[in-house]
């Protein structure tokens, strides 16, 4: 059975499916499209951040897939097809573009990014319409898009990996599959279902009801407007469309969003004169709208993490905005408004009874909680926020502004009076502590280090660069995450969290030493980052092989070891700093040791990875370093004689280098 007469207009048609994808073929299947599989070879790599909206990308990507189709059905001497149809969706959730998760990790990543909130759903779908004509092609594209809106329940880390183990998420937009055992994900649905699925076929229909049965212009009182699709008597109507034969008007169309709103402007008048049609219309831009507010769900969150929003609502029943307003001591109307963006922004739940924290604000916003990142949020308030406000200026002078941000010489900005006392400094260490364990597990498996008997962490102590952060005067630096949910232990951490730091308070020497028993770790730091070691000195059996050496790595002996490790240090300091470094750890290197490096790499160009560039923006308001490519991190590892460069990207945004010293 078919909706006839829409899809029964293809029946005598060659149409060709660009996709594989088992789900669109069953729903075309279902309406009784006849249809042949060619699956496009489109490599799916255009660059989303050119994109002003999600689905602007949704539909190209389904455009170019059936264009290379037809072209390479008419290049083959296939007999051409008369209608190419393309498809392609994505999941899109707080600005983020997910498409099908490369791996287990990667999809426990997107759906811990979707538990608990709502996401949208976007399909792009091209008609192609192909002619040959002195073996010429000749193709017309008709394109639109669908949205869905999906909301997903809570979901804990258990049901997370047993519904990932299930093989479903992985050849799926998003990482879920809403037809089958994903379905038992999904707390509401708000559009076409069969879009999430893959395919939306009613928005299909109407689009072939535009193709195949436009209005007839010359009587504007005979005009009908198909917002839905039409019956079949209103088809029959349309004689002088039928006698025309099955092939559509000769008529552009495009998206939902693009439909023709045509109306006679008098007697004389071209076509082309006579309607005005949306097609002109540049999309919304919606994508661009949220960066411009960007920097207010920030503050927004920063302010509720001062205020200790989340420490109250800790452990506690839902509490109404009034009741939360008295006791942190602001207004009940202003509080209300904060509480309902920090629901919105997924790290709040807002019922009848009131406002109560999620998993994501007790594990991450609660400022004592073991992996909190309250310290990292009240930093780039107190420090972060005011150093950005200066960026024109550290743009147009090429220097860090803390002269401006906190009257401070260019040449001392790490003697903050935030962080002077040891008090200060060592809450933001415990503050950090609990998440670098995470990073600094993917580091310490990222490569086989059986072979070395003693490692030295240089800089391990504090994070590195905590001159970002004022944190001391080490020299070190951290960058704060999103908040993201809680990670299956030592599982990588979702996309969005800014590179913690993997030395940070020693735990990359606890991990090194837990994954290698044999092996004797030090941690080179600083006398007064020394001073504040034993807070987080290891207990158990790693104790023994942890040893802590006071020291500045610029100028005093490095520790005797066979593996030196350099994480998140290089980036901080310009060329001429970083090759004073990695000349000192040569000096102190045999033949055959080893250098660890963990860094932001960018790629070749410069362009593609996000988080990377925002941290090279980053340093320039905050000091002199700056992120590089793995072919400078390969020159200079070269240049001080580190060969046979390993590279492993630990997800995120972070990467690990390994490179083995070689003899003279």
């Known amino acids: 059975m078919v909706l006839c007469p829409v899809i029964g207009k293809l029946l005598h048609k060659r149409v060709v499916l660009a996709s594989a994808s088992p ?203 198909y917002d839905s699709i039409p019956t079949v008597d209103t088809f029959e109507d349309l004689s002088d469309v039928e006698r025309g034969g099955s092939e559509p008007a000769q008529r552009d169309t495009g998206s939902r969003d693009e439909k023709a709103d045509a109306g006679a402007m008098g007697q004389g008048m071209a076509e082309a004169e006579c309607h005005r049609t949306r097609e002109t219309l540049p999309p919304f831009p919606t994508r661009l709208l949220e960066l411009i507010d960007g920097f207010k769900l920030s503050k927004a969150l920063f302010t509720a993490c001062k205020l200790k929003v989340f420490d109250l609502l800790k452990d506690e029943a839902p509490q109404k905005a009034a009741d939360i307003a008295s006791k942190v001591d602001t207004s009940a109307c202003g509080t209300e408004r904060l509480l309902d963006i920090c629901a919105a922004m997924g790290v709040l739940k807002k019922t009848k009874q009131g406002y109560s924290n999620t998993e994501t604000a007790n594990l991450y916003l609660v400022s004592d909680g073991e992996y909190s990142l309250h310290g990292f949020i009240m930093q780039n308030n107190d420090l972060t926020w005011n150093l950005f406000t200066y960026l024109e200026f550290a743009i147009r002078e090429g220097r860090n502004q803390y002269h401006r941000a906190l009257g401070k010489k260019a040449e001392d900005p790490f003697q903050d009076v935030h962080y002077q006392s040891p008090e200060t400094r060592l809450r933001f260490m415990q503050a950090m502590h609990g998440m670098a364990k995470l990073t600094a597990r993917q580091v310490a498996t990222a490569f086989d280090l059986s072979c070395f008997s003693s490692a030295c962490d240089v800089g391990g102590l504090c994070p590195p660069h905590v001159a970002q952060s004022g944190c001391c005067s080490t020299g070190h630096r951290v960058y704060i995450p999103t908040a993201g949910r809680r990670r299956e232990e030592y599982s990588p951490p979702p996309l969005g969290w800014k590179d913690f730091p993997a030395g940070c308070t020693g735990a990359l020497a606890q991990e090194l030493a837990r994954e290698y028993p044999h092996l004797q770790v030090t941690v080179f730091d600083l006398p007064d980052i020394m001073e504040l070691a034993a807070h987080f000195q290891p207990a158990g059996p790693q104790a023994a092989q942890i040893h802590f050496a006071a020291g500045d790595f610029f100028r005093d002996p490095l520790p005797s070891a066979e593996l030196y490790v350099l994480c998140r240090i290089l980036h901080d300091w310009p060329d001429a700093r970083v090759h004073k470094l990695l000349s000192r750890v040569a000096a102190s290197c045999k033949p055959g040791a080893g250098l660890l490096l963990v860094e932001t790499l960018l790629d070749e160009e410069e362009r593609e990875v996000q988080g990377a560039l925002i941290q090279s923006l980053n340093m320039l308001v905050q000091n002199e370093g700056r992120v590089r490519s793995l072919g400078e991190y390969q020159c200079l590892l070269e240049l001080h004689g580190f060969r046979q460069v390993q590279v492993v990207h630990l997800g995120g945004v972070l990467d690990a280098i390994l490179a083995t010293k070689m003899a003279p």
């Open 23 to 225: 789900r669109r073929q069953e729903i075309l299947s279902n309406a009784g499209l006849r249809f042949e599989v060619f699956p496009s070879k489109f490599k799916e790599k255009l660059d989303k951040a050119s994109f002003a909206t999600p689905y602007g990308y949704a539909m190209e990507t389904a455009k170019q897939k059936a264009l290379e189709v037809a072209n390479r059905m008419h290049q083959k001497d296939l007999r051409t097809p008369d209608v190419v149809i393309g498809a392609d969706t994505i999941v899109t959730v707080g600005g983020l573009i997910l498409e099908k998760p490369v791996d287990k990790q990667d999809a426990h990543r997107m759906l811990s990014l979707l538990s608990g909130r709502e996401h949208s759903v976007f399909t792009g779908v091209a008609i192609v319409q192909c002619s040959s004509k002195d073996h010429q092609l000749d193709t017309r594209v008709s394109e639109f898009y669908e949205e869905t809106k999906v909301k997903f329940s809570e979901l804990s880390e258990e049901l997370l990996w047993e519904y990932i183990h299930s093989g479903e998420p992985m050849d799926k937009a998003g990482g879920y599959g809403i037809q089958a055992l994903g379905g038992m994900l999904v707390e509401s649905v708000h559009g076409d279902f069969l879009n999430v699925v893959g395919f939306p076929l009613n928005h299909f229909c109407k689009q072939l009801v535009e193709l195949y049965y436009p209005p007839r212009l010359e009587d504007p009182r005979q005009r009908v407007n």
